[in-house]
């Protein structure tokens, strides 16, 4: 067995990337990482399929890589599967650079055809070399932790055999084993960042330490390690400080005052709700602040309030209100159920409920509307005789922010507020010994 193959079969084996019986979906672009991937695979007679995408970037080069990888699979006897994107066009649609364009739909295609054939892991040629590139540009571009620890070998149905080669390996096993391959002409390029660390930092570096390969690789071991006890004890703080509400979840400002170190800590217990590190930094400085600022990710919301960290998602295309006509006699909105029921007779008897309320159905101006609360609101709290902000209301009722923006409020036809609903109805609706008719509103979470 070659020397290289043997390398490979322990790394594989040592980091349970695969079992031997399981089929592989391999990338390959036809250079010569991937090339000596295919090869050593061949070699260790494991079962394997070649998948090849033409990004259509470079011309008749893009055409000659697709050419090139399929007569590879048909000297393999592999399976072949090949895809062409319009990956320009796919980026400016999509707003994002033409690398990221290109990953982003390489790895959807793996992951289809990986499903659709039935393999058990898609296998990426990336090497040692590859690792260093990835976390100098991470420090370059600035990281947290987990930009530390490079490429990992396994990542759910990705897995990465080549991390026990380095760049000088690669060179030697296509050497040895006189492997045709096809230079990328964009990999000599300096237009992009990843190349200019490959083609002129690491060279540098290797000057000072021609063992930098091997040093690293150490460093991202332990750099992995470090992150996997951060993961371990940030998921014990988050269990404990992070509480779910109806309404999202909340963080008690108390207790994150005393965390040390404060910055990275609350960082790694936001991180599910895709904060940057930058907003964190604001969040904390605003802490012992005025409650109501407000900072977004891409996906939720936090609100600092008085006590807490309010997080709640960001829905898309959120109604913000709705109609209700005479004849409608049950709705839903904002996630709750409403019901509209007229009494045929007068009850004997009310039944006192925060979900539900009794009003005078003559007092009512249709459309009726349902709407989340404004500045400016007010309304006139059943038994009270003068008229209340909605707003001081709510902290009366020490309602967060997070809450009272998601409750909906029942509006008259006239604009006056008939219900603040699951809370209090408005006293001028209420049932008057001359009320010929009753309308009993109901409210449930759904």
């Not at 096809?182 to 930092?201: C, Q, T």
């Not at 604001?282 to 409650?291: A, E, K, P, V, W």
Request: aromatic share 10%.
């Amino acid at each position: 067995m070659l020397l290289a193959a043997k390398q490979l079969q322990d790394f594989i084996k040592s980091n349970a990337l695969f079992n031997p019986t399981d089929k592989i979906l391999l990338a390959v672009s036809g250079g010569k990482d991937s090339v000596a991937m295919a090869h050593l695979f061949f070699s260790l007679d494991f079962k394997f399929a070649i998948a090849h995408c033409n990004f259509n970037l470079r011309g008749e080069e893009s055409k000659r890589d697709e050419d090139f990888v399929k007569n590879l699979s048909e000297q393999f006897n592999a399976p072949f599967h090949l895809t062409s994107f319009e990956t320009q066009k796919f980026a400016e649609e999509n707003k994002i650079s033409t690398q990221m364009a290109a990953r982003d739909l390489r790895y959807a295609y793996f992951d289809e055809i990986r499903t659709q054939f039935h393999y058990q892991k898609i296998a990426i040629a990336q090497h040692q070399n590859d690792a260093i590139e990835t976390v100098l540009q991470n420090l370059i571009r600035g990281t947290g932790i987990a930009g530390l620890h490079g490429i990992k070998a396994l990542r759910e149905n990705i897995i990465r055999p080549m991390l026990c080669f380095n760049s000088d390996d690669i060179v030697n096993i296509v050497k040895e084993n006189n492997l045709a391959f096809v230079e990328d002409s964009s990999n000599a390029s300096n237009k992009y960042i990843r190349n200019k660390i490959r083609l002129d930092i690491i060279p540098e570096m290797k000057k000072i330490n021609p063992s930098l390969e091997q040093t690293f690789t150490r460093n991202l071991y332990h750099f992995n390690e470090l992150e996997e006890f951060l993961n371990l004890e940030v998921e014990k703080l988050r269990s404990i400080i992070l509480v779910k509400t109806d309404a999202g979840f909340l963080i008690k400002i108390a207790d994150i005052q005393n965390l040390k170190p404060q910055n990275l800590l609350l960082f790694e217990i936001l991180k599910p709700f895709n904060f940057k590190e930058s907003v964190v930094k604001d969040i904390i400085d605003t802490l012992n602040g005025i409650s109501g600022k407000q900072f977004f990710s891409n996906t939720h919301s936090i609100i600092i309030d008085r006590e807490n960290i309010l997080i709640h998602v960001i829905e898309e295309n959120r109604i913000e209100e709705i109609t209700i006509s005479e004849d409608e006699n049950q709705l839903y909105f904002a996630g709750f159920n409403f019901k509209k029921t007229l009494l045929k007779t007068f009850p004997s008897s009310f039944k006192v409920d925060t979900n539900n309320i009794y009003v005078d159905s003559d007092l009512l101006i249709y459309p009726l509307t349902l709407r989340f609360w404004k500045q400016g609101d007010s309304f006139k709290p059943f038994g009270m005789n003068g008229v209340k902000k909605l707003s001081d209301f709510f902290i009366n009722q020490k309602i967060n922010i997070q809450q009272k923006n998601n409750i909906p409020i029942l509006i008259n036809g006239d604009g006056k507020i008939i219900w603040v609903c699951g809370l209090r109805s408005d006293d001028r609706f209420k049932i008057k010994p001359k009320t010929k008719k009753i309308i009993i509103f109901t409210v449930e979470k759904y």
